[in-house]
Nanobody
Framework: QVQLVESGGGLVQAGGSLRLTCTAS???????MGWFRQSPGKEREFVAG????????YYADSVKGRFTISRDNARRTVYLQLNSLKPEDTAVYYC??????????????WGQGTQVTVSS
């Protein structure tokens, strides 16, 4: 079992930055991690993923070059740095743990989400 808690969301102007944090408790070892987001009326979408070692990362085309995923296994934490934010990035952001770290991987555990709102 893995429990995930996201933090760091908030209101920011377009062009600004935020850093989201996902803190894990329970059995964290070996899991790939992903960040997803969902905005009202839209399906949840994959944003970024990172392998257990951190050597592998994967980004959605919509955030490539603007967002950076990283992890600190000693701190049981995964980060998502959001730069050059756009109003269309507004969503609830979720972190998830699973066997893989790509969009089609199976994610078993999910956090409760943190709201990111980007004003124009």
């Amino acid at each position: 079992q893995v429990q995930l808690v996201e933090s760091g969301g908030g209101l920011v102007q377009a062009g600004g930055s935020l850093r989201l944090t996902c803190t894990a408790s329970g059995t964290f070892s070996g899991y790939g991690m992903g960040w997803f987001r969902q905005s009202p009326g839209k399906e949840r979408e994959f944003v970024a993923g990172i392998s257990w070692s951190g050597s592998g990362t994967y980004y959605a085309d919509s955030v490539k070059g603007r967002f950076t995923i990283s992890r600190d296994n000693a701190r049981r934490t995964v980060y998502l740095q959001l730069n050059s934010l756009k109003p269309e990035d507004t969503a609830v952001y979720y972190c998830a743990a699973g066997a893989g770290w790509r969009p089609t991987s199976r994610y078993e555990y999910w956090g409760q989400g943190t709201q990111v709102t980007v004003s124009s």
